[in-house]
């Protein structure tokens, strides 16, 4: 079996376990649905980031960093995740996010600054436009004091951090066993592409049968394609893993976006609701709960016909449902 991981620092809890929903696969009554249990890779920690900075921290500590500098919504669980991860290393963290409709301290934003991350906020229209000079600056600038930093990607999704996903594979081959299953499917959300690329990959070289499938919150499946390719011939080149990436099969759904990016809808909030109460899981609207609601709306549209098992990967999020309180109506 391959086993040729890059070296990583531990910062998740793993193995997390693979869960099956059995009162959410009787009633929808199609395939067996199973839950990759990656909201428990650690509490402030939580999701799917921390696996994928183990390896691009280790890179980083390796070059002698001082400072991570990343970027992200105003929300970013991956920036809450970098803004933790440098305060328990004694890291400095500087965070380029974008200010969108509302500035309350809250959810993953309140832990950046209770982390003490060096906020840097832009608007919408700055943050797209400029970026790469963004990233720059602050690097000039801390060079000035002395301090070398390593820059980190929109959601770690390089070829670095696709292995936090590729080693994910990895359990879910052992979890597959343990619970003597072969499923035909493995999703999950899809926002800067790194998960779903890091799970094709994995499956690629380890030799699991299942289709990874990313379900887009965001952009387009033409883009998410283009981009798990990207991440993984990046890898492939800097690893030297001499695999030709066009057989690594990459799908992608896009069909429940809605209006866009962190923007929910009504019927994803009712979904987020009936599942918490039916089977004691919290998803987000942003990923997770976009995802598994699109999933979930397949599987009962016949999409997922004759499949006996899928695994959906939960990657977290939690602290983004908190900002979305007010769309949730209890009676
Ligand atoms: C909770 C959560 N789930 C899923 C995703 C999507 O993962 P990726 O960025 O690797 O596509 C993200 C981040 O984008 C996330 O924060």
Redesign the pocket.
Known sequence: MFDQFPEKINLANTPTPLVFLEKLSKKIGGPNIWLKRDDFTGSFLT???VR?LEYIVARALKEGAGALITCGGIQ???CRATALVCAQLGLEAHLVLRKENSLEIDGNYFLDNLAGAKIHLYSPQEYFSNLENIFVEIKNTLKTQGKHSYSIP????DGVGIWG?VECVKELKADFELHGINPEYIV?????????SGLSLGSHLLGVEAQTI?YA?CDDANYFNKKAQKDIEQCNALYDLGVSVNTVTIKTIDDYIGAGYAKGYPELYTFIKEICRLEGIVL?P???GK?FYGLVNDINSGRYQGVKDIVFIH???VY?LFPFRNDFHFV
Not at 188 to 196: F, K, W, Y
């Open positions: 999701g799917n980031k994928k970013s669980n991956h929109t959601g770690a999704s996903y999950c959300a899809t926002g800067s592409g790194g998960t779903q990313g919150v987000d942003v990923y997770t995802a990657t977290g999020g983004g």
